[in-house]
């Protein structure tokens, strides 16, 4: 089955509104006709309608970091799905590595958030992964499992083509270091057969990326692999040649 790459750009906490605006006209010049991978740029909050302004017309999607399950309320500093989309966000990041050790996120806060953001109609990056300590009692595939099948409780077959799933090792997360293609493929390989267990066919279907200190001289070798679909970007994303290159690299043959 052919399924549409993805490259997703995580900025974090970087890029102000200005700085903002000059990455995504730098985006636009290097993408301008480039049409045969799905870009997404994901800026923090106070970015999203710069990035939204520069970006509208041009086919390169917006993101955000976060949100909350509930629609308003009193939840000080948070922001939600409403919100998102009248900023123009139709994707969003849920379940990343940071928010779970930073920020204390659990596999029941990121269920609540996926189901919000479908309710919604964003697309959910989900992410799931394991850390070094993890990876060294060779408990990976049980770490990545467990998250995998807690995110998505409740979640239908039908839905499941609606969300991207993103496997990050914590290990390699801003770190330089980066699992071998054959390590990537390996686990994501297992993330699709679990999730042929409970959705059937429909497994085929969903994109699952890879994320970890992904650069232009790695993901050439990340995309060749059957089960990888794309990548999802930290701070390499936050230079346009060099994101371009990603994209670039990410392409169908």
């Known amino acids: 089955m052919m399924r549409c790459p993805v490259i997703a750009a995580n900025w974090k906490m970087n890029m102000t509104a200005s700085e903002t605006k000059g990455l995504a006209r730098q985006l636009k010049a290097g993408l ?9 740029v994901c800026p923090p909050f106070t970015s999203l ?7 509208k017309d041009t086919g390169i999607a917006l993101g955000a970091q976060n949100l909350h399950w509930e629609e308003k309320g009193a939840f000080t500093g948070e922001i939600s799905a409403p919100m998102l989309k009248d900023l123009g966000c139709s994707h969003v990041i849920i379940g990343h590595s940071e928010r779970r050790h930073l920020f204390g996120e659990t596999d029941t806060n990121i269920n609540l ?8 109609g964003l697309i959910p990056i989900f992410c799931i992964g394991e850390t070094l300590e993890q990876r060294e ?15 998505l409780a409740e979640i239908q077959s039908w839905e499941l083509s609606k969300i991207i799933i993103a496997y990050e090792p914590v290990w ?16 994501i390989s297992f993330v699709r057969k679990t999730l042929g267990k409970i959705f059937s066919e429909a497994a085929d279907e969903v994109r699952i990326l890879y994320g970890g200190s992904v650069k232009p001289g790695n993901i050439k070798g990340l995309m060749e692999k059957p089960d990888i679909d794309g990548a999802l970007v930290g701070g390499a994303s936050l230079d346009g040649e060099s994101f371009a290159g990603i994209v ?6």
């Open 137 to 151: 009692q060779n408990i990976t595939e049980k770490v990545c499992s467990d998250q995998l099948l807690a995110g």
């Open 113 to 120: 958030k996926l189901k919000t953001a479908l309710r919604h």
């Open 248 to 253: 670039k690299f990410g392409g169908l043959e």
């Open 32 to 40: 301008a006709d480039y049409k045969d991978v799905e870009v997404v």
């Open 172 to 187: 390699a997360i801003g770190t330089g270091r980066t699992a071998s293609p054959e390590d990537a493929q390996a686990v």
């Open 49 to 55: 309608a710069t990035a939204w302004a520069e970006l």
